[in-house]
């Protein structure tokens, strides 16, 4: 089950990087590459500060709906880009490997360290 729970985590990762992506996608597509770079910064700062398991300013509620606004705004900029089919893509992978790195034996292994 470890295996299974360390792949999930690392899954939740792969998810964090693609939102920094899809926020960068739909910033190069409203304003070029220098508002591409301004939005993954910025997405990255705003989970850092709020949603990241260490945030300075995360807590039992503002961690989940941090990740909430970040994996939603990123679903919804790669739509207006016109990935629709990827939007639809990322929101249901963000929702479902989300969920089940709740789950008391994946999330206890984040807990554990």
Same mark, same amino acid.
Request: net charge neutral; aromatic share 16%; glycine share 8%.
């Given at each position: 089950?470890a295996i299974f729970g360390w792949? %999930?985590?690392? #899954?939740?990762?792969?998810?964090?990087? =693609?939102?920094?992506?899809?926020? *960068?996608?739909? $910033?190069?597509?409203? !304003?070029?590459?220098?508002?591409?770079?301004? %939005?993954?910064? #910025?997405?990255?700062?705003?989970?850092? =500060?709020?949603?990241?398991?260490? *945030?300075?300013? $995360?807590?039992?509620? !503002?961690?989940?709906?941090?990740?909430v606004i970040v994996f939603t #705004?990123?679903?919804?900029?790669?739509?207006?880009?016109?990935?629709?089919?990827?939007?639809?893509?990322y929101f249901v992978f963000s929702?479902?490997?989300?969920?089940?790195?709740?789950?008391?034996?994946?999330?206890?292994?984040?807990?554990?360290?």
């Amino acid at each position: 089950m470890a295996i299974f729970g360390w792949s %999930v985590l690392f #899954l939740v990762f792969v998810d964090e990087l =693609l939102a920094i992506a899809a926020a *960068a996608t739909w $910033g190069e597509y409203q !304003a070029g590459a220098w508002f591409a770079v301004l %939005v993954a910064l #910025l997405t990255t700062l705003g989970w850092y =500060l709020f949603a990241s398991p260490k *945030a300075r300013f $995360g807590g039992r509620l !503002a961690r989940p709906v941090g990740k909430v606004i970040v994996f939603t #705004l990123a679903s919804v900029g790669l739509w207006v880009s016109g990935h629709h089919d990827l939007g639809i893509a990322y929101f249901v992978f963000s929702v479902v490997i989300n969920a089940t790195a709740q789950l008391p034996s994946i999330s206890a292994l984040v807990t554990d360290y």
